[in-house]
Protein backbone atom coordinates (compact mmCIF):
# COMPACT_ATOMS: atom_id res chain seq x y z
CA UNK A 1 0.00 0.00 0.00
CA UNK A 2 1.03 3.38 -0.27
CA UNK A 3 -0.27 5.60 2.60
CA UNK A 4 0.06 8.88 3.39
CA UNK A 5 0.28 10.20 7.58
CA UNK A 6 -0.56 14.08 7.91
CA UNK A 7 0.62 15.05 11.30
CA UNK A 8 2.19 18.60 13.26
CA UNK A 9 6.08 19.09 13.50
CA UNK A 10 8.09 16.45 13.75
CA UNK A 11 7.31 12.37 13.68
CA UNK A 12 9.97 12.23 16.14
CA UNK A 13 7.99 14.48 18.83
CA UNK A 14 8.28 13.15 22.28
CA UNK A 15 4.63 12.35 23.60
CA UNK A 16 1.86 8.86 23.79
CA UNK A 17 0.41 9.79 20.84
CA UNK A 18 3.71 11.05 18.57
CA UNK A 19 4.66 7.35 20.20
CA UNK A 20 1.87 5.72 18.15
CA UNK A 21 1.93 7.37 15.08
CA UNK A 22 5.83 6.44 15.03
CA UNK A 23 5.01 2.79 15.49
CA UNK A 24 2.77 2.60 13.08
CA UNK A 25 4.45 3.97 10.71
CA UNK A 26 7.84 1.62 11.63
CA UNK A 27 5.10 -1.45 11.58
CA UNK A 28 3.91 -0.91 8.17
CA UNK A 29 7.36 -0.12 6.69
CA UNK A 30 8.49 -3.13 8.32
CA UNK A 31 5.54 -5.00 5.78
CA UNK A 32 6.59 -3.45 2.98
CA UNK A 33 4.16 -0.08 2.74
CA UNK A 34 5.62 2.87 1.19
CA UNK A 35 4.90 5.56 3.92
CA UNK A 36 4.81 8.97 2.56
CA UNK A 37 4.80 11.55 5.98
CA UNK A 38 3.31 15.11 5.55
CA UNK A 39 4.26 16.91 7.79
CA UNK A 40 2.30 20.67 8.71
CA UNK A 41 4.27 23.53 11.03
CA UNK A 42 2.99 23.42 14.43
CA UNK A 43 1.45 27.16 15.09
CA UNK A 44 -1.85 28.42 17.12
CA UNK A 45 -5.09 27.12 16.38
CA UNK A 46 -6.47 30.11 14.77
CA UNK A 47 -3.07 30.20 12.17
CA UNK A 48 -3.91 26.36 11.66
CA UNK A 49 -7.38 27.01 10.10
CA UNK A 50 -6.25 28.80 7.81
CA UNK A 51 -4.44 25.91 5.85
CA UNK A 52 -7.62 25.47 4.86
CA UNK A 53 -7.16 28.22 2.06
CA UNK A 54 -4.33 26.53 0.77
CA UNK A 55 -3.27 23.02 1.85
CA UNK A 56 -4.24 20.11 -0.58
CA UNK A 57 -3.87 16.58 -0.18
CA UNK A 58 -1.65 14.69 -2.54
CA UNK A 59 -2.71 12.56 -5.30
CA UNK A 60 -1.16 9.58 -5.75
CA UNK A 61 -2.23 7.44 -2.43
CA UNK A 62 -4.15 4.17 -2.13
CA UNK A 63 -4.96 5.37 1.42
CA UNK A 64 -4.31 8.39 3.59
CA UNK A 65 -4.36 8.52 7.56
CA UNK A 66 -5.03 12.09 9.35
CA UNK A 67 -3.46 12.23 13.07
CA UNK A 68 -6.74 14.36 14.42
CA UNK A 69 -4.68 16.43 16.06
CA UNK A 70 -4.08 18.02 12.55
CA UNK A 71 -8.42 18.61 12.17
CA UNK A 72 -8.62 22.51 12.19
CA UNK A 73 -6.35 22.24 9.02
CA UNK A 74 -7.64 19.77 6.99
CA UNK A 75 -11.27 20.16 6.45
CA UNK A 76 -11.71 21.87 3.40
CA UNK A 77 -8.79 19.82 1.96
CA UNK A 78 -10.89 16.62 3.09
CA UNK A 79 -14.21 17.98 1.40
CA UNK A 80 -12.23 18.02 -1.52
CA UNK A 81 -12.59 15.31 -4.17
CA UNK A 82 -10.17 12.72 -3.62
CA UNK A 83 -9.79 9.26 -5.14
CA UNK A 84 -8.40 7.61 -1.82
CA UNK A 85 -10.60 7.09 1.70
CA UNK A 86 -9.24 9.08 5.07
CA UNK A 87 -9.05 7.78 7.89
CA UNK A 88 -8.31 9.61 10.72
CA UNK A 89 -6.71 8.50 13.70
CA UNK A 90 -7.71 9.93 16.54
CA UNK A 91 -6.14 9.70 20.35
CA UNK A 92 -8.74 12.12 21.93
CA UNK A 93 -10.62 15.09 21.17
CA UNK A 94 -9.05 18.93 21.63
CA UNK A 95 -13.08 19.59 22.56
CA UNK A 96 -12.74 17.10 25.50
CA UNK A 97 -10.14 18.61 27.50
CA UNK A 98 -10.77 20.24 30.48
CA UNK A 99 -11.71 24.33 29.74
CA UNK A 100 -14.35 26.85 29.80
CA UNK A 101 -17.17 25.11 28.17
CA UNK A 102 -17.65 28.47 25.69
CA UNK A 103 -13.89 27.69 24.31
CA UNK A 104 -15.13 23.71 24.09
CA UNK A 105 -18.33 24.61 22.30
CA UNK A 106 -15.66 26.87 19.83
CA UNK A 107 -13.69 23.79 19.37
CA UNK A 108 -16.30 21.20 19.37
CA UNK A 109 -18.12 22.50 16.00
CA UNK A 110 -14.88 22.87 14.48
CA UNK A 111 -14.21 19.01 15.40
CA UNK A 112 -17.40 18.19 14.14
CA UNK A 113 -16.60 19.17 10.61
CA UNK A 114 -13.60 17.53 10.24
CA UNK A 115 -15.11 13.98 11.69
CA UNK A 116 -17.33 14.09 9.12
CA UNK A 117 -14.98 14.93 6.26
CA UNK A 118 -13.21 11.27 7.27
CA UNK A 119 -14.41 8.13 5.53
CA UNK A 120 -13.05 5.76 8.37
CA UNK A 121 -11.11 5.98 11.89
CA UNK A 122 -8.74 4.38 14.10
CA UNK A 123 -9.53 5.36 17.87
CA UNK A 124 -7.20 4.10 20.55
CA UNK A 125 -9.84 3.25 23.27
CA UNK A 126 -12.89 2.62 23.27
CA UNK A 127 -13.66 6.10 25.33
CA UNK A 128 -12.60 7.78 22.14
CA UNK A 129 -14.98 5.81 19.99
CA UNK A 130 -17.83 6.32 22.92
CA UNK A 131 -17.30 10.46 22.37
CA UNK A 132 -17.19 10.84 18.71
CA UNK A 133 -19.80 8.75 18.38
CA UNK A 134 -21.50 10.92 20.83
CA UNK A 135 -20.31 14.22 18.20
CA UNK A 136 -21.47 12.20 15.09
CA UNK A 137 -23.55 9.20 15.36
CA UNK A 138 -21.20 7.42 14.15
CA UNK A 139 -21.62 4.31 11.53
CA UNK A 140 -18.34 5.19 9.74
CA UNK A 141 -15.71 1.71 9.65
CA UNK A 142 -13.32 2.18 12.41
CA UNK A 143 -11.25 0.35 14.64
CA UNK A 144 -10.50 0.63 18.22
CA UNK A 145 -6.39 -0.55 18.51
CA UNK A 146 -5.16 0.20 21.60
CA UNK A 147 -1.28 2.40 21.67
CA UNK A 148 2.19 0.25 21.91
CA UNK A 149 3.11 -0.41 25.45
CA UNK A 150 5.21 -3.23 25.50
CA UNK A 151 8.55 -1.22 24.06
CA UNK A 152 10.29 -2.23 27.41
CA UNK A 153 9.11 -5.24 27.82
CA UNK A 154 8.64 -6.97 31.48
CA UNK A 155 11.20 -5.48 33.10
CA UNK A 156 11.58 -5.76 37.00
CA UNK A 157 10.95 -9.42 39.76
CA UNK A 158 8.80 -9.82 42.17
CA UNK A 159 11.48 -9.75 44.38
CA UNK A 160 12.83 -6.75 43.24
CA UNK A 161 9.45 -5.43 43.72
CA UNK A 162 9.21 -6.22 47.21
CA UNK A 163 12.86 -4.60 47.79
CA UNK A 164 11.75 -1.38 46.66
CA UNK A 165 8.14 -1.41 48.54
CA UNK A 166 10.10 -1.33 51.99
CA UNK A 167 12.25 1.28 50.86
CA UNK A 168 12.21 4.38 52.98
CA UNK A 169 10.73 7.73 51.36
CA UNK A 170 7.74 7.20 48.76
CA UNK A 171 8.96 8.12 45.46
CA UNK A 172 6.71 9.54 42.99
CA UNK A 173 7.21 9.58 39.30
CA UNK A 174 5.50 11.97 37.23
CA UNK A 175 5.92 10.86 33.83
CA UNK A 176 4.58 13.40 30.87
CA UNK A 177 5.38 16.71 28.74
CA UNK A 178 5.04 19.88 30.93
CA UNK A 179 1.56 20.88 30.00
CA UNK A 180 -1.33 21.99 31.98
CA UNK A 181 -3.46 19.15 30.79
CA UNK A 182 -1.40 16.57 32.93
CA UNK A 183 -2.17 17.83 35.72
CA UNK A 184 1.06 18.00 37.48
CA UNK A 185 0.30 21.57 39.67
CA UNK A 186 -2.48 19.54 41.14
CA UNK A 187 0.91 17.03 42.29
CA UNK A 188 2.86 19.49 43.60
CA UNK A 189 -0.04 20.32 45.22
CA UNK A 190 -0.44 17.18 47.12
CA UNK A 191 2.61 16.88 47.76
CA UNK A 192 3.54 20.16 49.77
CA UNK A 193 2.79 19.01 52.71
CA UNK A 194 4.89 15.56 52.80
CA UNK A 195 8.26 14.31 52.75
CA UNK A 196 7.35 12.33 49.25
CA UNK A 197 10.20 12.90 46.39
CA UNK A 198 8.79 13.42 43.20
CA UNK A 199 10.82 12.50 39.99
CA UNK A 200 9.62 14.84 36.97
CA UNK A 201 10.15 13.38 33.49
CA UNK A 202 9.39 14.98 30.24
CA UNK A 203 9.75 18.18 27.94
CA UNK A 204 9.79 21.59 29.70
CA UNK A 205 9.51 23.50 26.35
CA UNK A 206 5.60 22.05 25.29
CA UNK A 207 3.82 25.51 27.28
CA UNK A 208 6.46 27.46 28.40
CA UNK A 209 3.99 29.54 30.53
CA UNK A 210 3.38 26.64 32.61
CA UNK A 211 6.84 25.71 32.92
CA UNK A 212 7.54 28.88 34.40
CA UNK A 213 4.39 28.79 37.09
CA UNK A 214 5.17 25.16 37.80
CA UNK A 215 9.05 26.44 38.48
CA UNK A 216 7.59 28.90 40.70
CA UNK A 217 5.23 27.10 42.30
CA UNK A 218 8.14 24.71 43.63
CA UNK A 219 10.13 27.43 45.11
CA UNK A 220 7.10 28.98 46.64
CA UNK A 221 6.30 25.52 48.53
CA UNK A 222 10.09 25.00 49.38
CA UNK A 223 10.04 22.10 47.38
CA UNK A 224 13.10 21.99 45.40
CA UNK A 225 14.78 19.50 47.97
CA UNK A 226 12.13 17.10 46.93
CA UNK A 227 10.61 17.77 43.38
CA UNK A 228 13.84 17.12 40.91
CA UNK A 229 12.84 17.87 37.23
CA UNK A 230 15.22 16.02 34.61
CA UNK A 231 13.40 17.22 31.07
CA UNK A 232 13.18 14.25 28.96
CA UNK A 233 15.21 10.86 29.03
CA UNK A 234 16.49 8.58 26.79
CA UNK A 235 15.17 4.66 27.40
CA UNK A 236 18.11 3.87 30.04
CA UNK A 237 17.96 7.03 31.90
CA UNK A 238 13.91 6.87 31.80
CA UNK A 239 14.53 2.68 33.05
CA UNK A 240 16.22 3.89 35.82
CA UNK A 241 13.65 6.05 36.98
CA UNK A 242 11.03 3.51 36.43
CA UNK A 243 12.97 1.32 38.43
CA UNK A 244 13.51 3.50 41.36
CA UNK A 245 9.36 4.85 41.92
CA UNK A 246 7.33 3.33 44.02
CA UNK A 247 4.01 5.10 42.22
CA UNK A 248 3.22 6.60 38.90
CA UNK A 249 1.17 9.95 39.25
CA UNK A 250 -0.03 11.55 36.59
CA UNK A 251 -3.57 13.13 37.24
CA UNK A 252 -4.36 14.70 33.50
CA UNK A 253 -7.43 16.88 33.00
CA UNK A 254 -8.57 14.71 30.38
CA UNK A 255 -6.92 11.53 28.91
CA UNK A 256 -7.37 9.71 25.63
CA UNK A 257 -5.86 6.48 26.64
CA UNK A 258 -2.48 7.25 28.52
CA UNK A 259 0.05 4.76 27.29
CA UNK A 260 1.98 5.89 30.37
CA UNK A 261 0.05 4.02 32.79
CA UNK A 262 0.58 0.53 31.13
CA UNK A 263 4.24 1.46 30.77
CA UNK A 264 5.01 2.10 34.40
CA UNK A 265 2.91 -0.62 35.45
CA UNK A 266 5.26 -2.88 33.31
CA UNK A 267 7.91 -1.61 36.08
CA UNK A 268 5.39 -2.62 39.26
CA UNK A 269 3.98 0.69 39.65
CA UNK A 270 0.61 1.48 40.70
CA UNK A 271 -0.80 4.21 38.70
CA UNK A 272 -2.83 7.17 39.61
CA UNK A 273 -5.21 8.95 37.02
CA UNK A 274 -8.03 10.70 37.03
CA UNK A 275 -11.30 10.04 36.01
CA UNK A 276 -11.80 12.23 33.29
CA UNK A 277 -11.31 10.14 29.69
CA UNK A 278 -9.55 6.40 29.62
CA UNK A 279 -7.68 6.01 32.28
CA UNK A 280 -10.60 3.86 33.70
CA UNK A 281 -9.90 1.46 31.14
CA UNK A 282 -6.55 0.87 32.10
CA UNK A 283 -6.75 1.65 35.93
CA UNK A 284 -8.37 -0.45 38.25
CA UNK A 285 -9.36 1.64 41.53
CA UNK A 286 -7.95 -0.02 44.27
CA UNK A 287 -6.42 -2.76 42.63
CA UNK A 288 -3.68 -1.75 40.51
CA UNK A 289 -3.71 2.09 41.35
CA UNK A 290 -6.46 5.21 42.12
CA UNK A 291 -8.44 7.24 40.41
CA UNK A 292 -9.36 10.84 41.54
CA UNK A 293 -11.79 13.91 40.40
CA UNK A 294 -9.34 15.82 38.49
CA UNK A 295 -7.55 18.67 40.59
CA UNK A 296 -8.48 17.10 43.31
CA UNK A 297 -5.21 17.86 44.98
CA UNK A 298 -6.29 16.80 48.50
CA UNK A 299 -7.62 13.46 47.55
CA UNK A 300 -4.50 12.61 45.84
CA UNK A 301 -2.35 13.72 48.93
CA UNK A 302 -4.83 11.02 51.08
CA UNK A 303 -3.92 8.23 48.52
CA UNK A 304 -0.36 8.93 48.50
CA UNK A 305 0.41 9.34 52.35
CA UNK A 306 -1.51 5.84 52.77
CA UNK A 307 0.74 3.97 50.11
CA UNK A 308 3.58 5.85 52.19
CA UNK A 309 2.67 4.08 55.56
CA UNK A 310 1.38 0.98 54.01
CA UNK A 311 3.90 -1.02 52.44
CA UNK A 312 2.15 -4.14 52.19
CA UNK A 313 -0.82 -2.63 50.34
CA UNK A 314 1.69 -0.95 47.60
CA UNK A 315 3.19 -4.17 47.69
CA UNK A 316 0.00 -5.76 46.64
CA UNK A 317 -0.75 -3.13 43.90
CA UNK A 318 2.50 -3.06 42.32
CA UNK A 319 1.87 -7.04 41.64
CA UNK A 320 -1.55 -6.45 40.57
CA UNK A 321 0.04 -3.27 37.92
CA UNK A 322 2.44 -6.22 36.81
CA UNK A 323 -0.57 -8.12 35.93
CA UNK A 324 -2.82 -5.69 34.21
CA UNK A 325 0.39 -4.82 32.15
CA UNK A 326 0.97 -8.46 31.12
CA UNK A 327 -2.49 -8.49 29.72
CA UNK A 328 -2.56 -5.74 27.29
CA UNK A 329 -2.70 -7.02 24.06
CA UNK A 330 1.31 -6.89 22.22
CA UNK A 331 1.85 -3.65 19.71
CA UNK A 332 2.83 -6.31 16.81
CA UNK A 333 -1.10 -7.80 17.42
CA UNK A 334 -2.18 -4.66 17.11
CA UNK A 335 -0.41 -2.73 14.59
CA UNK A 336 -1.68 -5.94 12.71
CA UNK A 337 -5.39 -5.55 13.22
CA UNK A 338 -4.47 -1.96 11.91
CA UNK A 339 -3.19 -2.68 8.64
CA UNK A 340 -5.94 -5.27 8.09
CA UNK A 341 -8.56 -2.17 8.53
CA UNK A 342 -6.08 -0.76 6.12
CA UNK A 343 -6.41 -3.04 3.54
CA UNK A 344 -10.29 -3.91 4.07
CA UNK A 345 -10.60 0.29 3.37
CA UNK A 346 -8.75 0.57 -0.71
Avoid at 56 to 77: F, K, M, Q, T, V
Avoid at 120 to 126: A, E, K, L, R, V
Avoid at 148 to 171: C, H, Q, V, W, Y
Avoid at 279 to 291: F, K
Wanted: glycine share 6%.
Amino acid sequence: MKIGLVIYGSLDTISGGYLYDRKLVEYLRSKGDEIEVISLPWRNYVAHLTDNLYFRLPSNLDILIEDELNHPSLIAANIRKHSYPIVSLVHHLRSSELRPKWQNDCYGVVEKKYLQSVDGFIFNSQMTKSVVSGIIANSKPSIVACPPTDRFGLSITEDEIRKRAESTELRILFLGNMIYRKGLHTLLEAVKMTIHIVDVVGSETSEPEYTKQIKKLVVTNRLSSRVKFHGPLDNELLIEKLKSAHVLVVPSSYEGFGIVYLEGMGFGLPAIGTTAGAAGEIITHGENGYLIEPDDAAALANLLNELAMNRELLFKLSLNAVKRYLSQPKWEETARSIREFLQSMI
